[in-house]
């Protein structure tokens, strides 16, 4: 029991996490956070941005789960924790990697629908390089409107 427990603490977590996203972006990276974002959408071609300090408020948050969890036996913390660690994976692979190429040496070409739809709707979204007036603040998720033909 207290394994489906931990497996379905950490599936939730890591899909939560999308909604966690969506919402910080929004109203946090787009709001009076928007000085630590704004080179994310204003490229200075710098390799490191200021943006990338939200990745180390998530992933330390993972690893005070994880690391708290297991130190004291808090099983569906440590789950949890893995569950951010997911969704923190896939962030980096698909944001920073396939649409924003950061490293260099991968091309990724999307072939499936959700991949181009996704890949779609981030683009929508960096065509405004202003803190007001963006669309789209997911990150793994995009609706079927931002569907490619």
Same mark, same amino acid.
């Given at each position: ?5 931990? *497996? ?5 977590? $890591? %899909? /939560?996490?999308?909604?966690? !996203?969506?919402? =910080? ?22 390799? *490191? ?5 939200? $990745? %180390? /408020?998530?992933?330390?948050? !993972?690893?005070? =789960? ?84």
């Amino acid at each position: 029991m207290n394994l489906l427990v931990n *497996l379905l603490v950490f599936i939730a977590a $890591a %899909l /939560f996490m999308e909604v966690v !996203a969506w919402a =910080l972006h929004k109203y946090v990276m787009h709001g009076f956070l928007w000085v630590l974002h704004k080179d994310h959408h204003q490229t200075t071609g710098r390799k *490191l941005q200021k943006n990338d300090l939200f $990745a %180390l /408020f998530f992933s330390t948050l !993972a690893f005070l =789960l994880v690391y708290n969890g297991l130190l004291y036996g808090w099983s569906a913390m440590a789950a949890a924790g893995f569950g951010v660690t997911l969704y923190g994976i896939g962030y980096a692979v698909f944001h920073d990697i396939m649409v924003h190429r950061r490293i260099r040496a991968i091309h990724y070409k999307p072939r499936s629908r959700y991949m181009k739809r996704i890949v779609a709707a981030h683009h929508v979204h960096h065509k405004n390089r202003e803190k007001e007036g963006g669309t789209s603040f997911s990150f793994l998720y995009a609706p079927e409107k931002y569907g490619v033909s």
